[in-house]
């Protein structure tokens, strides 16, 4: 997951770049940007303020703020993953080759491992 920072607040761009260090990249190599204004359009775009409409609404933590970027992530590219996937599959389905099978088995077992820890995330964060 790659993110850029565009916020208006500079307190909270640096809060931002600090909690998202490993994470940050140019905005037009980035898969989600986060800013502190309402964006329309921009699928991309992660709001975060106080209005309900926000993708994140103000306070927050660190781990809500990641929980909230890995689901906006996965909402985003996790569907193009898995039918590519499905596509690779229908490819190579005349061969015997477990590869696929084995390639199918690590991203449904990475897929439950990603949910099992959103779910304990979520139940520590209340």
Known sequence: MRVAVECQSPLLQKSLEL???KYLSAAKKCDIIIR????????RCFYIGSSA???LQKPFSKSQLILALE???NALYAAEDQEALIKQEYEEEDSMDFSI????????TQ??????L?????FYEK
Do not use: P, S, T
């Open 36 to 43: 502190d204004e309402a964006c329309l359009g921009d699928e």
């Open 53 to 55: 409409e926000a993708d």
């Open 111 to 116: 897929e439950y491992q990603e949910n099992i």
């Open 71 to 73: 689901q906006k992530y």
């Open 19 to 21: 909690f998202l260090a």
């Open 101 to 108: 099978l084995q390639k199918r088995i690590e991203f449904l």
């Open 118 to 122: 959103r779910a304990v995330k979520a």
